[in-house]
């Protein structure tokens, strides 16, 4: 069955760079969430979307943002990186606008700033 | 706001059944959820519970809710060495695409 597709797997950006992101949900999934995982983190909400709308934000700092396009996939922009960015985000999808009872992960981006 | 609290290690011998406890603050949580983490790896659904129930089973997991006193487990029955990894609760409060909210997650070891 086709999973939640997450690219790139891998990046390294510098202090002050910027970097996206891209998230393809499961197949006739309408609603997207972004999860940031810290070194021996619990995963923290960033972000949601239903039907390309912000649907939930929880704590997504400002130099951040994302968007859902009309293909339903989304992508997590993040600019003026810093240090303590470095994380494993992950991307999740489910149906029924969040009333579905199934959210599924990706693999999660890893993401180093150095 | 809502909190989630686990046991952070759990170490159990092969073959017996692992417990997993998590309790959780919101008294509106609608569902819960277990996930399972492998080392570098991402997020597995194992299981998930509708608030209005109090157990479900599949295969080797069991999920027991009590919501009186707002906590949940997961039983893991003659636990192997592939089970080894953190497992998360987490837990989703009111309708939308709210954000779930995760424990800390709890390291099962496995002896042999």
């Known amino acids: 069955a086709a999973g939640v597709i997450q690219s790139p797997r891998h990046l390294i950006k510098e202090k002050r760079e910027t970097a996206t992101l891209k998230c393809y949900p499961i197949?006739?999934?309408?609603?997207v969430y972004w999860y940031q995982q810290g070194p021996g983190q619990d995963p923290q909400f960033l972000i949601s979307?239903?039907?390309?709308?912000?649907?939930d934000k929880g704590s997504i700092p400002d130099r951040f943002s994302a968007q859902q396009f009309s293909d339903y996939h989304s992508e997590l922009n993040m600019s003026s990186l810093e240090l303590g960015d470095s994380a494993l985000y992950f991307c999740?999808?489910?149906?029924?606008?969040?009333?579905?009872?199934?959210?599924?992960f990706g693999e999660g981006s890893w993401l180093t700033v150095v | 706001g809502e909190d989630v609290e686990q046991s952070l290690f759990l170490s159990v011998r092969e073959g017996d059944s692992s417990v997993i406890n998590c309790t959780y603050t919101?008294?509106?949580?609608?569902?819960l959820y277990w996930y399972k983490q492998e080392p570098g790896a991402g997020l597995q659904l194992l299981t998930y519970?509708?608030?209005?129930?109090d157990m479900k089973q599949d295969q080797r997991l069991t999920v027991l809710l009590n919501k009186k006193d707002k906590h949940l487990s997961l039983r893991i029955a003659d636990t192997q060495t592939g089970d080894s990894a953190i497992y998360f609760c987490?837990?989703?409060?009111?309708?939308?695409?709210?954000?779930?909210?995760f424990g800390k997650g709890t390291h099962l070891i496995i002896q042999p």
């Open positions: 999740a999808s489910s149906s029924g606008g969040g009333y579905g009872n199934t959210i599924y």
């Open positions: 197949p006739r999934h309408d609603t």
């Open positions: 979307f239903y039907e390309k709308m912000q649907s």
């Open positions: 919101d008294s509106s949580s609608t569902y």
């Open positions: 519970i509708f608030s209005n129930m």
């Open positions: 987490a837990e989703r409060g009111g309708g939308g695409a709210d954000g779930l909210t």
